[in-house]
């Protein structure tokens, strides 16, 4: 399941942000045009691990999805060559995890708690 990227795009503002997990917790964190990376906690990661265990990446589409109507802001999972947005019922056990370790990794580096700096 690792690499697992989350990609966030769109939205009126115009994000084009993204976070990737790797197996032993690294991630590389894109957000506004810069990166950095990050270690993700444990049993953050431990969670992640286990909910994505429950996806069937395989019957995802490997595209990712297309936004849904102008100014749609879409949040997406891609593993194992499968991708869906993050509300989609197939990855509803990875949902709230990446939510917050988005919204975590997308704060600065002094508050976050999911994602510490490197």
Same mark, same amino acid.
């Given at each position: 399941?690792?690499p697992m990227t989350?990609t966030?795009?769109?939205?009126?503002?115009?994000?084009?942000d993204s976070? @990737?997990i790797?197996a032993? $917790? /690294? *991630?590389i964190?894109?957000l506004?045009?810069?990166?950095?990376?990050?270690?993700v906690?444990?049993?953050?990661?431990r969670?992640?691990?286990?909910?994505?265990?429950t996806v069937?990446?395989h019957?995802?589409p490997?595209?990712?999805?297309?936004p849904?109507?102008p100014?749609?802001l879409?949040i997406? @999972?891609?593993a194992a060559g $499968? /991708? *869906?947005r993050?509300?989609?019922p197939?990855?509803k056990?990875l949902s709230?995890?990446l939510?917050m370790?988005?919204?975590?990794?997308?704060?600065s580096?002094?508050?976050r708690?999911?994602?510490r700096p490197l």
């Amino acid at each position: 399941m690792f690499p697992m990227t989350i990609t966030r795009s769109g939205g009126i503002v115009g994000y084009d942000d993204s976070l @990737v997990i790797t197996a032993d $917790g /690294t *991630a590389i964190v894109k957000l506004r045009g810069k990166s950095a990376r990050c270690r993700v906690d444990a049993a953050v990661l431990r969670q992640i691990s286990t909910a994505a265990a429950t996806v069937d990446w395989h019957t995802l589409p490997a595209k990712p999805p297309p936004p849904r109507h102008p100014d749609d802001l879409v949040i997406a @999972v891609s593993a194992a060559g $499968g /991708t *869906a947005r993050l509300d989609d019922p197939r990855v509803k056990s990875l949902s709230s995890l990446l939510t917050m370790l988005l919204g975590d990794a997308s704060a600065s580096e002094g508050t976050r708690k999911l994602c510490r700096p490197l």
